[in-house]
């Protein structure tokens, strides 16, 4: 009952939003560390007719630089359709280490999730509305969350499938490198011991996030920011 619930609450409470979503977007973000700089992630969707692409690429900066001086890539491919994003097939990797890529195939035809990494292949029932961790961003593109008070969705990584849930709060306004933003804000609402993630989402622009902050159960923070955004209707 609580996969159903799930489904439900991400299909039918977020109806597709007015605004037609863009052709592309480039999104670059500065990432901190408890409020240190440490990288740079460039962010690049592009819609073709009903498939869309997504990467992302991680540059170390600062002391992370010279500890862990390798880029990370992701990305994430599927079709769109009237509830939004349908990935298809979601890749990530280290540069120069093979031993941490993973990947995900989404088969909606069998509703089988394929998960791989270098040690296991594990398939998994494919619950409807599934994000993976890139597509999931890009989704809030394609939902009103005006009058929604909570947002619950599957979601994978590449080498597990989770559940997240987020209460959906008021409006804010936020000022960021790239300019100021009203924002929608949503929080994890994180149980003792997990990570708690705070996300505010530009309404006059597509629901594209304009800053994150991922706080771990010791206190220690992650915030991605924007620092520019290009869209192409």
Same mark, same amino acid.
């Given at each position: ?68 001086? !390798?880029? =990370? ?11 939004? #994003?349908?990935?298809? %097939? +979601? $890749? ?53 969350? !005006?009058? =929604? ?11 597990? #499938?989770?559940?997240? %849930? +987020? $209460? ?66």
């Amino acid at each position: 009952m609580k996969g159903l619930t799930i489904i439900i609450t991400w299909l039918v409470l977020c109806v597709p939003a007015l605004a037609a979503p863009p052709a592309s977007v480039n999104a670059n973000y500065e990432v901190f560390s408890n409020g240190m700089k440490i990288g740079q992630v460039d962010e690049v969707y592009s819609r073709d007719k009903d498939h869309y692409t997504l990467t992302s690429t991680t540059t170390p900066l600062g002391l992370l630089a010279i500890f862990k001086p !390798e880029k =990370v890539f992701a990305s994430s491919n599927g079709l769109i359709t009237q509830q939004g #994003l349908r990935p298809v %097939h +979601y $890749a990530y990797q280290r540069e120069g280490d093979a031993g941490k890529s993973v990947s995900a195939e989404l088969d909606w035809a069998t509703r089988q999730l394929t998960l791989t990494t270098s040690t296991q292949r594990a398939q998994l029932p494919l619950p409807d509305g599934t994000q993976d961790r890139l597509s999931a961003m890009y989704q809030f593109m394609f939902l009103n969350l !005006e009058n =929604v008070t909570s947002l619950d969705f599957a979601m994978t990584n590449g080498s597990k #499938l989770d559940n997240y %849930h +987020y $209460a959906i709060g008021d409006t804010q306004k936020l000022n960021t490198p790239a300019g100021p933003f009203d924002c929608r804000y949503l929080d994890s609402q994180a149980k003792p011991g997990e990570h708690r993630t705070e996300l505010w989402l530009a309404t006059r622009h597509h629901n594209l996030p304009c800053r994150m902050i991922v706080t771990d159960p010791r206190g220690e923070q992650l915030t991605q920011v924007l620092s520019s955004l290009k869209i192409v209707p």
